[in-house]
């Protein structure tokens, strides 16, 4: 595709629900990101890709975050048991690889709103 | 502890006018360092890319440059447009292994004023 996308774009959901959000990178790009913006708040690096692979998952903040990336393309990230406090922008970029001086290409996001 | 500062918090001039935004940072090992402008309700956009011997980069009217001795890098904006409203962010990678750390800096709020 033309650029990284992400959906839904937004998702309403209550308390204790489990959701899923997805991810496409931009075709040929090896390497997926997985940030959080909080209201207020600076971008929170979760998780990357390299291919199907995840080297560093140490930004994700509990064990009901997980992430997983099949055919080194198209990811989703879940989240169990929602609480208020992911109520946030979880955003994905991708690049050609995961090297010092590759672009990163955003998507637009998915706002979670969680009751 | 690894951590990026920016300043000012936020800023606002008058379109035209030039301004500079500051990024501090104690993230060790140093990898890459990246402007990025994020508009309202938008992913960021990448500006620049800098790496540990690079020290001046420029895309367009921005102009990034970074000293690895201090640990500061500073945006430059050069004849500022009304479109350049937006958040600018630092960001500082850490390490070279597969593992490396990203750090986010706050950003700074930019509005330029017509």
């Known amino acids: 595709g033309a650029g990284v996308s992400q959906s839904p774009s937004n998702k309403v959901t209550e308390k204790g629900k489990d959701v899923e959000l997805r991810c496409d990178p931009i075709s040929g790009h090896t390497a997926l990101y997985w940030y959080r913006q909080s209201l207020g708040q600076g971008l929170e690096f979760l998780i990357y890709f390299q291919g199907n692979s995840a080297p560093d998952k140490s930004g994700l903040p509990s064990d009901r975050f997980s992430a997983e990336r099949t055919g080194g393309s198209v990811s989703t990230l879940t989240i169990q048991r929602t609480q208020q406090e992911d109520s946030a922008v979880y955003l994905c970029a991708s690049s050609l690889e995961h090297q010092r001086t590759d672009t990163q290409y955003f998507g637009p996001g998915t706002r979670l709103t969680v009751l | 502890k690894n951590q990026v500062e920016q300043s000012p918090q936020s800023l606002i001039i008058l379109e035209g006018k030039n301004c500079t935004l500051q990024?501090?940072?104690?993230?060790?090992?140093?990898?890459?360092l990246r402007w990025y402008k994020q508009d309202t309700g938008r992913g960021p956009v990448s500006l620049t890319i800098?790496?540990?011997?690079?020290n001046t980069k420029s895309n367009g009217r921005y102009t990034a440059t970074l000293d690895a001795d201090t640990k500061q890098s500073s945006l430059h904006i050069t004849a500022s447009q009304l479109s350049d409203s937006a958040s600018y962010i630092c960001?500082?990678?850490?390490?070279?292994?597969?593992?490396?750390?990203?750090?986010f800096g706050s950003g700074t709020r930019l509005s330029i004023r017509p």
């Open positions: 800098m790496t540990f011997s690079e």
């Open positions: 960001v500082v990678s850490s390490g070279y292994s597969s593992a490396s750390k990203i750090i």
């Open positions: 990024c501090n940072y104690t993230v060790s090992p140093f990898s890459n």
